[in-house]
């Protein structure tokens, strides 16, 4: 097939996936973008923890209601270029470093971008296998047998996600769109009606929104209430930088706002509120305070509720997995050889050198990620 590139744009910097794009999306498929990146194990966790911090509810409240304003700004500004240009973020990257040294920080992205991917794909992985135990226990065996680090059955998890999110990738943006449009609503869906369960089991009066087990107060409160920020604007900072490569679909710039509103401060309030009246709920129904949403589902005395509620979360940490950490590395493969590398080729590059890591023994070894991720950051 012929290449139908534009008369003067070099091959060395051009291809159909670089070059610019229909611009069809609307602010709800913006609103769909965060809840995917939100609504994950990895989000469900974070929401649960800034909560246990030491603070009054108030305090978290006001922390996140800072952190993801931050957020919400600089993705407004990230947005811009892409959603006016209607091209990714590696493009708008020749801006400040030229042609070719915009590769520099679109491989460093991708790098890291394949090795969350790998990480994600293993944590999914490792909630499916939870699943898998819970209808086949007598499959239990096959965790005593290990290949490079991981188990028979952890590398079934892991491979069968791995070929799923695949299949989702190469179906092309429309189809990712789609999936993003029903996965982030699912997990609100499945959500709501795990606090509802939660609230009734538990009685309102043993939900509390402070999980800590002590309340700080003064400058140490102050201190806390600053990390929080922190830690909400770093949490947020990997699918904000990729944000140009999303919002370059979109049909104007008050569709990128009006998605960024209700999908930042409005989402992630909500979303973090639910979370905690779920985690308070698990200590006077299970004994324990549970902050992984598939162990909760799991404790449930019905079938049905733990596979609905394990294939949901599962799909929602499929959904920022392919959001935050596929097409991305994606774009930024591609920009460094567009007549060679399609986006297609470049996320296959990702998910093939993400096996190649072993991205389980990365998780389970916190120096060597400090010492790979956090430095490359």
Known sequence: MTDQRPAGYSPRLHNHDLGPVPQKWTWYNILAFWMSDVHS??????????????????????????GICIIQVIANLVAKPSQQAAVPYPVICRLAFGVFGANIPAIIRGLIAVAWYGIQTYLASSALVIVVLRFFPELAAYQNLTFLGLSWLGWFGFLALWVFQAAVFWTGMESIRRFIDW??????????????????????????????????????????????????????????????????????MADVRRGNFWGLPVNFLAFSLVTVVIVSGTLPIFGEMIHDPIATV?????????????????????????VANFVSPAFDFANVAPSRISWRA????????????????????????????????
């Open 183 to 252: 996965a982030g609503p699912a997990v609100y869906a499945v959500m709501f009606a795990l606090a509802g369960w939660i609230v009734w089991r538990a009685g309102w009066d043993n939900i509390s929104f402070t999980l800590a087990e002590k309340e700080l107060s003064g400058w140490a409160a102050f201190g806390q209430v600053v990390m929080a920020i922190a830690l909400v604007v770093s949490y947020f900072s990997g699918p904000t930088l990729n944000f140009g490569d999303f919002s370059r679909y979109c049909r104007s």
């Open 346 to 377: 470049g996320g296959m590059i990702a998910a093939v050198a993400s096996i190649f890591i072993t991205p389980w023994n990365l998780f389970n070894n916190p120096e060597v990620i400090h010492y790979t991720l956090d430095v490359l950051a």
């Open 41 to 66: 194990v990895g989000g469900y966790v974070f929401a649960a923890s800034l909560f246990a911090l030491g603070l009054a509810s108030w305090q978290v409240l006001i922390a996140l209601l800072v």
């Open 298 to 322: 799991s404790r449930i005395d019905n079938t049905t509720a733990v596979l609905l509620g394990a294939f949901t979360f599962v799909t929602a940490t499929v959904g920022i997995n392919i």
